[in-house]
Nanobody, 115 residues
Framework: QVQFVESGGGLVQPGGSLRLSCAAS????????MSWYRQGPGKERELVAS????????IAADSVKGRFTISRDNAKNMVYLQMNSLKPEDTAMYYC????????WGQGTQVTVSS
């Protein structure tokens, strides 16, 4: 069964950093593109970043370019999102996702940036 377990979210002050982790199982992780999405209060879900099976990454959201980095470890079936210089507008539920027959989602991990 396709499954994701996200972790690493929490409350952080503006300017701080967090590292989100996603543990994947139930499919051949090493062959697929993995993505992080986020959804803030009252906003639509948006694609933040993606990373290919070979490790090529794309930051899709202009608002996080230069601050966020996506990475993966195929040997561990893990994908990460390093978030630096966090801003209040980064507050959102962050979701790990891929496409295996259909779009698949984790349960999400909450990130709150506030002083």
């Amino acid at each position: 069964q396709v499954q994701f377990v996200e972790s690493g979210g929490g409350l952080v002050q503006p300017g701080g950093s967090l590292r989100l982790s996603c543990a994947a199982s139930g499919f051949t992780f090493s062959t697929v593109t993995m993505s992080w999405y986020r959804q803030g209060p009252g906003k639509e879900r948006e694609l933040v970043a993606s990373i290919t099976s070979a490790g090529g990454s794309t930051i899709a959201a202009d608002s996080v370019k230069g601050r966020f980095t996506i990475s993966r470890d195929n040997a561990k079936n893990m994908v990460y999102l390093q978030m630096n210089s966090l801003k209040p507008e980064d507050t959102a539920m962050y979701y790990c996702s891929t496409y295996v027959g259909r779009r698949r989602w984790g349960q999400g991990t909450q990130v709150t940036v506030s002083s």
